[in-house]
């Protein structure tokens, strides 16, 4: 560590940043209007180790419309929980607060957000943490590009956002597993099972989506890896955000070839659909006739036992389902973190919390890594404090094991394994190693405790 420099810029606090720059550290902090100067950091030599000027301030954009809107509060919340345990607890980054700007929040689909990217950079933002869908990322691209922001993505799955024609510069990460991961666990599930009396032929999927890019996306996926294996999609039905339709002629769709496995990639209008799916395999004497499991996606991953839809769904309705979330297992101290800024979340849940919480740390510990706060070097680095040679699990260990080395001249990596778990980017800076949970339902539709298992992107 720096001695002199740290202690000096602690010392002269306020003096140096500012009276503003310091209170954007609050939570709801506004977006100035006036222009930082920008950093103009770059990666660190051996023989020049010193830690920048500049504070780190980052941005957030998510949106209360469509699957999002499930995760908005417990994402918003685990950011800000982050920024007061690296401010509060560990005194913050390079001897200053870490600031984290005033959120945005997308109230409806195709919002213009260039203004809102260059308001943030004008505030001194040089990156942003996103949940928002994959059309409204893809469209916010280029101004997140031109303004040269880090973008840290908790949400999107949708394979268009790393289409060829989407010009991300190497500064987009994404870490919730994409569709890729998520077809080739569908398929393998679908082509080994199947083929009994009761089920459909082993490799057929049936398909059920709102009609979205990542929708599309998912769907296009799973092809891809089942038909060469002699799979294939029996049957393909996408509706309206939210709005399932004719819940008759959906069921009535599925049961017309039946699959070895239903992915249904919604949200919380799949409980009746589901429900009546349950009823009309069961023959006179209420027993299954046909059987198949049943996945749903994070968004309609619920305990509907607690939701008012619960007076209407069928006995036994959920028992072949299984929904997921990412993220490791929820450790009573992030879920006591979250209950006490709402107990609510112990209805709602937690999912895409941890990766708000760790996307800010990993931030902060890519700016240690970088001694930067330039948005190229910070997306060059966040893989690097995911894959280091010493482990750590928290924003202050972390930083010990290279700020130590740097008090020695030299420079150390690390390998912080947080509250998502054990996560490594790919080649595209998509999660390629993570994990996720694994949800049930019991026969009276009470939704049963994760189990948190790890997942790998096919090659």
Not at 61 to 69: D, E, K, P, Q, T
Not at 156 to 181: C, F, H, Q
Not at 199 to 210: H, I, N
Not at 424 to 450: C, F
Request: proline share 5%; aromatic share 4%.
């Amino acid at each position: 560590m720096s001695i002199t420099r740290r202690t000096l810029v602690r010392g002269l606090g306020a003096g140096v940043l500012g009276a503003g720059a310091l209170s954007g550290c609050s939570q709801g902090g506004g977006i100035g209007r006036g222009r930082r100067r920008r950093p103009t950091t770059t990666e660190p030599t051996a023989g020049d180790l010193e830690e920048p000027d500049q504070p780190l301030v980052i941005g957030q954009i998510g949106a209360s419309y469509g699957r999002m809107a499930r995760f908005e509060e417990a994402i918003a919340v685990s950011i800000d929980e982050a920024r007061v345990d690296v401010n509060a607890r560990w005194e913050g980054l390079f001897g200053q607060e870490v600031v984290l700007l005033e959120r945005h929040v997308m109230e409806a689909p195709g919002e213009d957000l260039a203004p809102v990217i260059a308001e943030m950079a004008d505030a001194g933002a040089t990156c942003v943490i996103t949940s928002i869908d994959e059309e409204s990322l893809i469209a916010a691209m280029p101004a997140l590009v031109e303004a040269q922001l880090a973008i840290l993505d908790v949400l999107t799955s949708g394979m268009g956002v790393r289409a060829a024609e989407v010009k991300t510069s190497n500064l987009l990460i994404r870490l919730a597993p994409n569709d890729r991961v998520m077809a080739a666990r569908y398929a393998e599930e679908a082509l080994g099972g199947g083929g009994g009396e009761k089920s459909g032929p082993a490799g057929t999927v049936a398909y059920l989506s709102e009609d979205t890019l990542q929708g599309r996306s998912l769907l296009n996926e799973m092809t891809q890896v089942l038909n060469p294996s002699s799979g294939r999609v029996v049957s393909q039905q996408f509706y309206e955000v939210g709005k399932i339709g004719d819940i008759g002629a959906r069921v009535k769709a599925v049961l017309e070839s039946p699959p070895a496995l239903l992915v249904a990639n919604g949200g919380a209008e799949l409980a009746p659909f589901l429900s009546a799916l349950h009823t009309a395999t069961l023959d006179e004497g209420k027993r299954p006739r046909i059987e198949f499991p049943r996945r749903v996606s994070p968004a309609a991953t619920i305990d509907y036992s607690q939701e008012p839809v619960a007076k209407d769904l069928a006995p036994e309705s959920l028992t072949a389902v299984t929904g997921y979330e990412p993220g490791g297992e929820i450790t009573v101290g992030h879920e006591n973190m979250m209950l006490n800024r709402n107990p609510e979340f112990l209805r709602r849940g937690y999912a895409y919390s941890q990766h708000g919480y760790d996307a800010l740390v990993m931030l902060c510990l890519a700016a240690q890594h970088a001694l930067s706060v330039e948005g190229t070097a910070l997306a060059a680095a966040l893989n690097a404090v995911l894959t280091g040679s010493e482990e750590c699990t928290d924003f202050e260990e972390c930083r010990r094991v290279m700020t130590t080395a740097m008090e020695a001249g030299e420079k150390a990596t690390v390998t912080y394994v947080g509250r998502m778990g054990k996560v490594e980017l790919g080649g595209q800076s998509d999660a390629r190693i993570g994990q996720l949970r694994e949800y049930t339902w019991n026969e009276a539709n009470v939704m049963q405790p994760g189990t948190a298992g790890g997942f790998e992107a096919p090659e």
